[in-house]
């Protein structure tokens, strides 16, 4: 199982912002350098190492990250009463949505039709969305990330899901 691999994992690595774009990173503190995922600042790792915050594990990692950026798209959104933390993650009150909805045996289409929905509601408080919130959302959807990446491509191709010139961030097609 994954999971219990997952939880084995003492490799460190180091949370740290992008001085540039302040996205949240992490890298492996035996690397030499990080790329910035988001503006693509190559990082030291050497000279950010006093900056950021150390944790081990990989999953531990990734939550980390997460958890920054949904706190980072508060400020950066500011939409406080809107998006809380990840597990209490509500739009407006206007999104409904089951928690313990995840069904692996789902159809793609179930999760496509969720998708839309989704971004449907987003649009509603949101004209643009960066991908993390996206990511953040999905997962609360109940939707798989690897279905994400895939279902958000879909939706780019159909014409329906718009990205941003020179960002990392989507609209819809009204
Ligand atoms: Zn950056």
């Given at each position: 199982m994954e999971d219990i691999t997952w939880k084995k994992d003492e490799t460190p690595y180091l949370i740290f912002s992008c001085s540039k774009c302040h996205q949240y990173i992490y890298t492996?503190?035996?690397?030499k350098s990080k790329k910035c995922v988001r503006c693509g600042y190559t990082h030291k790792v050497s000279k950010i190492i006093d900056r950021g915050e150390i944790i081990k594990g990989i999953s531990n990692a990734v939550e980390l990250v997460k958890k920054k950026q949904n706190d980072l798209a508060i400020k950066e959104l500011g939409s406080e009463p809107e998006f809380r933390t990840l597990g209490d993650f509500k739009i407006a009150g206007k999104v409904k949505y089951q928690?313990?909805?995840?069904?692996?045996?789902?159809?793609d289409d179930d999760y496509y039709e969720k998708f839309k929905q989704m971004l449907y509601s987003l649009s509603e408080t949101h004209n643009s969305f960066p991908y993390y919130i996206i990511e953040i959302m999905a997962e609360n959807y109940g939707i798989p990330q690897s279905e994400v990446k895939l279902l958000t491509r879909r939706l780019q191709r159909q014409g329906f899901l718009i990205r941003l010139n020179g960002d990392y961030s989507y609209k819809i097609r009204v």
């Open positions: 492996k503190i035996t690397q928690k313990n909805a995840i069904n692996l045996d789902s159809e």
